[in-house]
């Protein structure tokens, strides 16, 4: 059983406890555990080093000790809107952020970015126990420069705002934000099509879709209420995608991405 260095208590209606660990895998899959070991409703497992931690799709995702990385327990009456908390989540963690740098977005559903580069990323899971519905709110933020390597080109609050930030602090806003996202999600005060307009950088813009292999160019127009993105294709025909159909990536992301794999190939050709 790993150590908790420390357990804090936390004044906020959907954040109870924060457990401070020293090292974890994953603080998505030890949050599951402790759902099962019976963790209550605003639980927070953060953890100052994560070293096998993933994104959507099971991508691997890049911690170090410069990034915060933290998972929320939140219990859900039910399912109905489970499927809104990743895009809600964005939002309410955007919001907040912006106060290291307005350039900080959401791009569709759920990363946050900076300019062209990756800032953060979320990943939320259910499970259903005979207590109920569980969602873990997993978050992944880059808070200070990483001297390590990184595979894709990405961004840090610390080059938002021009110097080096405690990861505690980031943290509070971060909880904040999510806090309140989740209650406005209760309240059914949730606005995607204004969230969006205010902190998606995606909207009005060429992106490419990726489903099964496949892609196609199209342009992000409004993110419907159910959470779906609507998209104009080439054609002019309007569609509306959802978060679990597609991958959104915009075409400099894409060209890079493909640039990154055509040198990888070289290089293990050249071994």
Request: aromatic share 8%; proline share 5%.
């Amino acid at each position: 059983m790993e150590t908790i260095c420390t357990v804090l208590g936390w004044d906020l209606p959907h954040i109870q406890t924060i457990q401070l660990y020293e090292t974890l895998p994953s603080t998505n899959d030890f949050a599951k555990a402790q759902i099962r070991a019976g963790s209550a409703h605003g639980t927070v497992i953060w953890a100052l080093e994560q070293t096998a931690g993933r994104g959507r799709r099971g991508r691997p995702w890049f911690s170090d000790n410069t990034s915060l990385t933290f998972s929320i327990i939140w219990r859900f009456p039910d399912y109905t809107k489970t499927g809104l908390l990743p895009l809600a989540l964005g939002l309410g963690i955007a919001r907040e952020l912006q106060a290291y740098s307005s350039a900080i977005k959401v791009k569709w559903p759920n990363d946050l970015w900076v300019g062209r580069h990756k800032l953060g990323g979320i990943l939320c899971e259910s499970i259903k126990t005979p207590q109920g519905v569980w969602v873990v709110a997993g978050v992944g933020i880059n808070v200070n420069r990483s001297q390590g390597q990184v595979q894709l080109p990405r961004a840090s609050l610390e080059e938002c705002c021009g110097y080096p930030l405690a990861r505690f602090e980031v943290l509070s806003r971060a909880l904040k934000g999510a806090n309140d996202c989740l209650a406005q999600l209760w309240a059914g005060e949730l606005d995607l099509r204004e969230g969006f307009g205010l902190y998606g950088n995606f909207l009005n813009r060429p992106i490419c879709l990726i489903s099964s292999g496949e892609e196609r160019l199209a342009t992000a127009r409004e993110v419907l209420p159910d959470g779906s993105l609507l998209v104009e294709a080439v054609g002019g025909l309007l569609e509306a995608v959802f978060p679990e159909e597609v991958s959104l990536r915009f075409p400099e992301e894409e060209a890079s991405s493909k640039q990154g794999e055509s040198d990888k190939n070289r290089c293990d050709k050249a071994h």
